[in-house]
Nanobody, 111 residues
Framework: QVQLVESGGGLVQPSGSLRLSCAAS???????MYWYRQAPGKLREWVAQ???????TYLDSVKGRFAISRDNTKNMVYLQMNNVKPEDTAVYYC??????WGQGTQVTVSS
């Protein structure tokens, strides 16, 4: 079973950009990979996913602003976040197959 470690979170101003990374300890090539997020006081929310073949789907509120990608040769998954909004503030989690989870990385959008 792979282990996942997210990085790249931090404080960003509204309309800014951030790139989250998820490093896996082993091969992710057979997994659908996900990004979820959880804001304070709210349930964990699905944000985006990318299939083994690279097909992507997104939460409506991030469509056109976020982009998920993967590099199976490096066992990495990314979430490029553009034009971020205060409501994007949350802990972001990477998941392999919705079975294995990372520890999360905090994203705070504030001026």
């Amino acid at each position: 079973q792979v282990q996942l470690v997210e990085s790249g979170g931090g404080l960003v101003q509204p309309s800014g950009s951030l790139r989250l990374s998820c490093a896996a300890s082993g091969s992710i090539s057979s997994y659908v990979m996900y990004w979820y997020r959880q804001a304070p006081g709210k349930l964990r929310e699905w944000v985006a996913q990318i299939t083994e073949n690279g097909w992507t789907t997104y939460l409506d509120s991030v469509k056109g602003r976020f982009a998920i990608s993967r590099d199976n040769t490096k066992n990495m998954v990314y979430l490029q976040m553009n034009n971020v909004k205060p409501e994007d503030t949350a802990v972001y989690y990477c998941s392999a197959g919705a079975l294995v989870w990372g520890q999360g990385t905090q994203v705070t959008v504030s001026s």
